[in-house]
């Protein structure tokens, strides 16, 4: 008597019990059974259905459905998104600026399919505006897992670190699974979401989709293939994203600043020649912070360039200028961008303005976008916390006082300020230091899209 094949769900995999195996599976002498990656479970329902062979499916473990009361329209372009994504099999990657509402899509796409879903994001910000989200446009509440909570409901929003860390626990709970900016998804460990879950539907969004380490190219095995992809030139022409405008303003060292930056810039150049180490690429800049692990001598160089680079972001100049426009822009709701969280703090005292950077606790982020969002507060200034997840329609001002060279960046802090709202012209002010290495940083955050991630 042949017995019919059973598949379960085991701490993050799949084991298949029976005489028949399938491509995907390897035998597991200690279980007794085929052990198959959980990722590939429509991959093997549909092996044996292709095969004509019944199989016991007792891998799926979902809560509840609830009804959902879907109210979400859509404009052209993401409606074009989404069947995009529909035609690839509910598979792939969407590229949108952001503003463009990346969110609205995904959403939609769950009143479509009315299955349990997990949404995964970077921040706890965002597991709040998610929240939100849900609630105002399927009037479901969201379950939590992430920042304490751990409230497991048909659709439910989780941090990376959460679905990662407890991937065992909840791998079969849920069959869609929406990646909020994915190209975290590629980093080393978080990748074991895509392959520790049985949700056979995958969404995945963006603003800036391929890394300088170039681990993107493992996500489409995982997930899809990107799928639909808008520039922010396209949506800004088109009037779905406010108009604005950039200016780059460059202001002065004082000799003393000047001195120092010129010590310390020289003693990283210094000892890159010596090496003959040649820095043309992001690669290239973490191949050498590698060497500073087992090189004292490149971890020396290394901080005098840290060090020169920490007193061109924080020049007495920048902090002059910002006094200014702080001033010119008193009517309109202002975003301070700054590389290091010192330089945060002396904004905040000097100026009087809630600052928010990783250190802050939820409970007080919360409260302080809740001002902003009100109008209560005007200015917030944060280091790299809020690139991803503030969601304030009427922020028109962001003043950028320093950062990375990532286009992905650029584009997340601009995109702060695009939300469209009638009348509105967005304004980006970056302030940087003459003759110093935020010249080159910022000439590569404003490279095409692509050239430098």
Known sequence: MVVMPRLWFDKGTLLLKG?????YGK????????????????????????????????????????QLKGNVELRSYQNEALDKWLTAGNRGVLVLPTAAGKTFIALKAIDLLKTQTLIVVPTLDLIDQWKKRVRECLDVEAGVVG????????ITVSTYDSAYSLASQLGNNFLFLIFDEV???????????????????????????ERSDQRHTLLPLLIGDPVYSVSL?????????????????????????????????????????????????????QRFIMTTGRDPHAREALLARNKALKIAVNSK??????????????????????????LVYTVSRRFFIPAITHQTPREERREILANFGSGKYKVIVTSQVLDEGVDVPDA??????GGTGSRREYVQRLGRL????????????????KETVEVGISRRRHLKAGENQ
């Open 317 to 342: 100049a920048k902090l002059d200028l910002l006094a200014e426009r702080l001033e010119a822009y008193k009517d309109e709701k202002v975003l301070i961008f700054t590389l290091y969280n010192d």
């Open 396 to 401: 028109s001002v962001g003043i950028v006082l």
């Open 147 to 154: 920042g304490g909570e751990n409230n497991v409901r048909m």
């Open 27 to 66: 035998w597991d002498p200690r279980s007794g059974c085929y052990r198959i990656k959980a990722c590939h479970y429509k991959d093997v329902l549909d092996y044996f259905r292709e095969s004509r062979i019944k199989i016991e499916d007792a891998a799926p473990n979902p809560p509840a459905l609830e």
């Open 233 to 285: 030139e396209e949506l800004t022409a088109g009037k779905h994203l406010s108009n604005y405008t950039y200016e780059k303003v460059a202001v002065e060292l004082t000799p003393a600043e000047q001195q120092t930056y010129d010590a310390e810039i020289a003693f990283f150049r210094k000892y890159l020649v010596e090496r003959r180490i040649v820095l043309k690429t992001a690669f290239d800049f």
């Open 183 to 209: 190209h975290h998804l590629a980093s080393p460990g978080y990748i074991q979401i895509a392959e520790m879950y049985i949700a056979p539907y995958r969404m995945g969004l963006t603003a800036t989709y």
């Open 19 to 23: 005489e028949i195996g399938t491509p």
């Open 418 to 433: 695009l939300r469209k709202k009638e009348g509105k012209t967005a304004k980006l002010v970056e302030i940087i230091s």
